[in-house]
Nanobody, 123 residues
Framework: EVQLVESGGGLVQAGGSLRLSCAAS????????IGWFRQAPGKEREGVSC????????YYADSVKGRFTISSDNAKNTVYLQMNSLKPEDTAVYYC????????????????WGQGTQVTVSS
């Protein structure tokens, strides 16, 4: 059974930092992508970043480029999202997802999702 568990969310002031973790298990894809998504109340789920297992290639949405960094620790089967210079508009539930696909932030390409972790950025 594929399992994804996010952690690391919380309340932080604008300009602060958080590091989210996504612990993945239960899949045997040879090549896969892990993506980070977020959803704010009343808004559609937005792709934030992804990383490819095959070559470590990454992608960032324009809204987070230069502030967020995605990385992976293959030994721990964990992907991280380091979020710096946080803004109130970054407030959302953050989800990670995995799929045997090249790196993409198209939510519809992913079948396996975590339960999400809340990030709240106060002004």
């Amino acid at each position: 059974e594929v399992q994804l568990v996010e952690s690391g969310g919380g309340l932080v002031q604008a300009g602060g930092s958080l590091r989210l973790s996504c612990a993945a298990s239960g899949f045997t894809f040879d090549d896969y992508a892990i993506g980070w998504f977020r959803q704010a109340p009343g808004k559609e789920r937005e792709g934030v970043s992804c990383i490819s297992s095959s070559d470590g290639s990454t992608y960032y949405a324009d809204s987070v480029k230069g502030r967020f960094t995605i990385s992976s620790d293959n030994a721990k089967n964990t992907v991280y999202l380091q979020m710096n210079s946080l803004k109130p508009e970054d407030t959302a539930v953050y989800y990670c997802a995995v799929e045997p696909t090249p790196c993409t932030v198209v939510a519809g390409r992913y079948d396996y999702w975590g339960q999400g972790t809340q990030v709240t950025v106060s002004s």
